[in-house]
């Protein structure tokens, strides 16, 4: 006789698992999730405290002139736990989504992102914060005078354009005031779409440009966003501000980005007035992905290569044609917006 029986107790292996009682007398958490086979698909338009504004279908549904997009009011279904969602992120959306006034539905899905806007605090902050998800287009908002231009903030946000996929756009306001001549002059070998306007100018060109895409609006506060912004959406009052006559610098105006309709078509993206814009999510060489003519030379280059160095081989890429006519043009004004990222200055602008 075994001693296991001698003793009156039995043996035990692997699978004799004993499970303490819950006090809350829940069940154990399963792995499966609901898969949410009758969820609707949704777009975010607007983020407030746990409260998610949604709509019905995508970005780039058609949508008549006159009709404007039923709104939903939602929050994260537990399931998702941590992960963010943000304005242009589309997701599967459950529960009343009647729209009504006490209504409230569950997003119970975010769906893979195609592009996300990112930034951080400033060039030594690691944490990454995605402004908008989704976006076809950077639209970067400067004045030409009241406040003054600042050149480093535009090339930081066309770094970040380049660096999300975004096609980049440049809206020069109050040329009444200020000639464009010098400031277009920097940026044109880089084949940046650039729209000139003054206060009386018709907007024809600009919706023609922005029509069926999700656009974001970047810009320094007192720029003029807002108010193009309201030229653009009729009814969406955003709130505007005045340049302080002593330091320049416009008031923000802007509390929080949200998605503004376009009639027609499309959406923007209306964002906080900016004062910086971090980097330090961004290297060099995601920047010149963005430039086809020039990735072949980087196999050329030191390790670790900023592209602004003497020794990069960008330099004799371009003196041997590889880069086409107006190489040398591109690869200086490419290194300016670069050397954006190799100075860590992350300057005021607002």
């Given at each position: 006789?075994?001693?296991?029986?001698?003793?009156?107790?039995?043996?035990?292996?692997?699978?004799?698992?004993?499970?303490?009682?819950?006090?809350?007398?829940?069940?154990?958490?399963?792995?499966?999730?609901?898969?949410?086979?009758?969820?609707?698909?949704?777009?975010?338009?607007?983020?407030?405290?746990?409260?998610?504004?949604?709509?019905?279908?995508?970005?780039?549904?058609?949508?008549?002139?006159?009709?404007?997009?039923?709104?939903?009011?939602?929050?994260?279904?537990?399931?998702?736990?941590?992960?963010?969602?943000?304005?242009?992120?589309?997701?599967?959306?459950?529960?009343?989504l009647t729209g009504a006034?006490?209504?409230?539905?569950?997003?119970?899905?975010?769906?893979?992102?195609?592009?996300?806007?990112?930034?951080?605090?400033?060039?030594?902050?690691?944490?990454?914060?995605?402004?908008?998800?989704?976006?076809?287009?950077?639209?970067?908002?400067?004045?030409?005078?009241?406040?003054?231009?600042?050149?480093?903030?535009?090339?930081?946000?066309?770094?970040?354009?380049?660096?999300?996929?975004?096609a980049p756009l440049l809206?020069?306001?109050?040329?009444?005031?200020?000639?464009?001549?010098?400031?277009?002059?920097?940026?044109?070998?880089?084949?940046?779409?650039?729209?000139?306007?003054?206060?009386?100018?018709?907007?024809?060109?600009?919706?023609?440009?922005?029509?069926?895409?999700?656009?974001?609006?970047?810009?320094?506060?007192?720029?003029?966003?807002?108010?193009?912004?309201?030229?653009?959406?009729?009814?969406?009052?955003?709130?505007?501000?005045?340049?302080?006559?002593?330091?320049?610098?416009?008031?923000?105006?802007?509390?929080?980005?949200?998605?503004?309709?376009?009639?027609?078509?499309?959406?923007?993206?209306?964002?906080?007035?900016?004062?910086?814009?971090?980097?330090?999510?961004?290297?060099?060489?995601?920047?010149?992905?963005?430039?086809?003519?020039?990735?072949?030379?980087?196999?050329?280059?030191?390790?670790?290569?900023?592209?602004?160095?003497?020794?990069?081989?960008?330099?004799?890429?371009?003196?041997?044609?590889?880069?086409?006519?107006?190489?040398?043009?591109?690869?200086?004004?490419?290194?300016?917006?670069?050397?954006?990222?190799?100075?860590?200055?992350?300057?005021?602008?607002?």
């Amino acid at each position: 006789m075994s001693s296991a029986r001698s003793t009156g107790r039995r043996e035990l292996d692997e699978d004799d698992v004993r499970v303490r009682p819950s006090r809350t007398k829940s069940r154990p958490r399963s792995k499966d999730r609901p898969q949410h086979s009758d969820s609707r698909p949704g777009f975010v338009v607007g983020v407030d405290r746990g409260r998610f504004t949604c709509v019905e279908g995508d970005s780039h549904d058609e949508r008549p002139n006159d009709v404007e997009p039923k709104r939903l009011m939602a929050v994260k279904s537990r399931e998702l736990g941590r992960k963010g969602v943000v304005v242009g992120d589309r997701v599967a959306l459950v529960g009343d989504l009647t729209g009504a006034p006490d209504a409230l539905a569950r997003i119970v899905r975010v769906e893979t992102r195609a592009t996300t806007l990112r930034r951080t605090a400033d060039d030594t902050d690691p944490v990454e914060r995605v402004i908008v998800a989704n976006a076809d287009r950077l639209a970067v908002v400067v004045s030409l005078a009241e406040p003054a231009p600042q050149p480093r903030l535009i090339d930081r946000a066309l770094v970040a354009a380049f660096d999300a996929g975004l096609a980049p756009l440049l809206v020069l306001t109050k040329s009444d005031l200020a000639s464009p001549a010098a400031l277009l002059a920097d940026y044109l070998a880089l084949d940046v779409d650039t729209v000139v306007l003054d206060r009386a100018s018709d907007l024809t060109e600009l919706r023609s440009i922005l029509r069926d895409d999700l656009s974001v609006f970047l810009g320094s506060s007192g720029v003029g966003k807002s108010t193009l912004v309201n030229a653009l959406v009729p009814g969406a009052f955003r709130a505007t501000g005045r340049v302080n006559d002593t330091t320049g610098r416009g008031r923000h105006t802007s509390t929080s980005a949200v998605a503004l309709p376009l009639p027609g078509g499309g959406w923007i993206v209306d964002t906080p007035g900016l004062r910086s814009f971090g980097l330090a999510h961004v290297s060099a060489e995601k920047v010149i992905d963005a430039f086809p003519e020039f990735v072949g030379g980087t196999t050329h280059c030191p390790r670790a290569c900023s592209h602004v160095e003497e020794e990069c081989g960008l330099d004799a890429w371009v003196a041997d044609g590889h880069a086409g006519t107006g190489g040398a043009e591109r690869l200086a004004s490419l290194r300016r917006v670069l050397d954006s990222l190799r100075s860590g200055v992350d300057e005021q602008s607002g």
